[in-house]
């Protein structure tokens, strides 16, 4: 299927400058009042130091709601089994933010890469996220069911298929059947040949997690990189101010 025009503009539109996209938001030791990824805090930090957009997990709990939440279990039980009000995060001052809380929290203000952990959630989702702003988001998914449902369901949504082994086969067979928008791979995957493929099928990419200052200079400056995934959106904002953006 191919892109629609609106599609293809917000394409145009995000690629024409590299993006830094914060991990979970911007949070450790070194961030003050955010300690801990995927919270409000950490998203507040985010938008502070400039970044052009939050990369956040999402789950869905055992009572049925939405919640920004990375780990698939707390101490050994799954979140699919667990009610809201029982999780909790290490170094959080309090529960992990409902997906509807962050997105009246960041609407207007940054663009948001909603990584969807598991099935059942996208209907739900794209309902917010039409409310959210659709051309400010992208949902990623490792599982390529959930990719094309997003897109079934929401033809102008942007969406990315993430990839940790296999890049042939995910341009050659699991892209298409997807009808992912764009690949997310790892930065172990992230060579030349594999950028180069890439660029060649028109596809691009979104690279993760990259902290290295030397990574982050070879990532930001390549014609086939639409953004970069970084725990250290800080140092990828001065990184790519000293690169003068895209050569």
Known sequence: ???????LA??????????VIAHRGAWGRSVPNAPAANTLEAFEAAIALGADMIELDVRRTGDGRLV?????????????SLRYEALTVKGARSRPPLLEDVLALMKDRIALNLEVKEPRCVEEMIELLRQFGLDRCL?????????????????ELRTG????????RGLGARLPASQA????LHRRLADDGALDRAATAG???IIWTV????????????????GVITDRPALALARRERLGGRA
């Not at 998914?141 to 369901?153: G, P, Q, Y």
């Not at 298929?161 to 042939?168: I, P």
């Open 211 to 226: 902290n290295a200052a030397r990574a982050l200079d070879r990532y930001l400056g390549h014609p086939a990189v639409e």
């Open 203 to 205: 596809v691009p990419c």
């Open 1 to 7: 299927m191919d892109p629609s025009p609106r599609t």
């Open 68 to 80: 920004v939440f990375h780990d698939a279990r707390v101490k050994a039980v799954p979140i699919s």
């Open 139 to 155: 949902l990623s998914s490792f599982l390529d069911a959930v990719v094309l449902e997003a897109k079934i369901l929401e033809p």
């Open 181 to 184: 928008d764009c690949l997310c």
């Open 10 to 19: 917000c394409f145009k539109r995000m690629s024409a400058l590299c993006l």
């Open 161 to 168: 298929l993430l990839l940790t082994t296999g890049v042939r």
